[in-house]
Nanobody
Framework: QVQLVESGGGLVQPGGSLRLSCGVS????????LAWYRQRPGKEREFVAR???????EYTDSVKGRFNISRGKAHDTVFLQMSSLNAEDTGIYYC??????????WGQGTQVTVSS
């Protein structure tokens, strides 16, 4: 079994910052990519950012220039540094890992609320 556990969510004022963390543990499986998704109120889960094993990084357009994805040296931790947050960033943020064989693993999610 592979477990993903997110942390770092919370309440932040508009314009503020948060740093999300996700630890990958359990059965040791090589991951081809680590990513963050989010589900905003009343909407489907959507892609936010991804970092591939080779280091390639992708962001959804709405977070470019504001969010930064990174990973730990052992590739068993992924971070999402979020800045200039606004109300549209409110939602549950999920960590995702994809194995080299294409299997998807998900965390339970961490709530991010941007409000004054």
């Amino acid at each position: 079994q592979v477990q993903l556990v997110e942390s770092g969510g919370g309440l932040v004022q508009p314009g503020g910052s948060l740093r999300l963390s996700c630890g990958v543990s359990g059965r040791r499986i090589s991951m081809s990519a680590l990513a963050w998704y989010r589900q905003r109120p009343g909407k489907e889960r959507e892609f936010v950012a991804r970092i591939r094993n080779g280091g390639n990084i992708e962001y959804t357009d709405s977070v470019k220039g504001r969010f930064n994805i990174s990973r730990g040296k052992a590739h068993d931790t992924v971070f999402l540094q979020m800045s200039s947050l606004n109300a549209e960033d409110t939602g549950i943020y999920y960590c995702n890992a994809v194995s080299n064989f294409g299997a998807d693993y998900w965390g339970q999610g961490t709530q991010v609320t941007v409000s004054s």
